[in-house]
């Protein structure tokens, strides 16, 4: 892919079903935005390798990296995300299905609403215990921005 805005990369590790349906819903709920999909499998079972090879083929993931055994999740992170130049960086686990679209713009458009930020990730209730957040609101929702590194949408 030319010139991708967002270059999101997915760790895989097992996970045969999770994973398809979260690459297959990548290209469903995404559209307004290019992006490039790089997956990074670490060793999982040889089925989801096998499925992962015919989907890089189908073009549903840009760059595929087959690990030799698991290797972690910031190894595969690091990996995925040298392998495209991008203006933004994602990663997604690999069993988080996106069902609404347009989220990526969506999310985009939150992002900008507020003050420049450098880490956006999921409202997980346990990044809430001890934290005073501040917001930002928007249209698209709430950003939720805590005083340490983690905001959380």
């Given at each position: 892919m030319a010139n991708p805005v967002v270059n999101i990369t997915i760790p895989v590790f097992n996970r045969y079903h999770l994973t398809q349906k979260?690459?297959?819903a990548l290209r469903k709920t995404a559209p307004g935005i290019s992006f490039a999909v790089t997956v990074v499998d670490n060793g999982?079972?040889?089925a989801l390798r096998?499925?992962?090879v015919e989907l890089h083929?189908?073009?549903i993931i840009d760059n595929l990296f087959l690990l030799p055994r698991?290797?972690?999740?910031?190894?595969a992170c690091n990996i995925g995300w040298r392998a495209v130049d991008a203006p933004y960086y994602m990663k997604l686990d690999n069993d988080m299905a996106v069902i609404k679209p347009p989220w990526l713009e969506n999310l985009f458009r939150l992002w900008g609403a507020g003050d420049p930020v450098f880490?956006?990730?999921?409202?997980?209730?346990?990044?809430?215990k001890g934290k005073k957040p501040g917001t930002n609101t928007s249209e698209e929702g709430k950003l939720w921005i805590f005083k340490s590194n983690f905001i959380a949408v």
């Open positions: 979260t690459l297959l999982s079972e040889q096998d499925r992962l083929k189908d073009g698991n290797m972690g999740i910031s190894c880490s956006l990730g999921a409202k997980i209730k346990t990044h809430d």
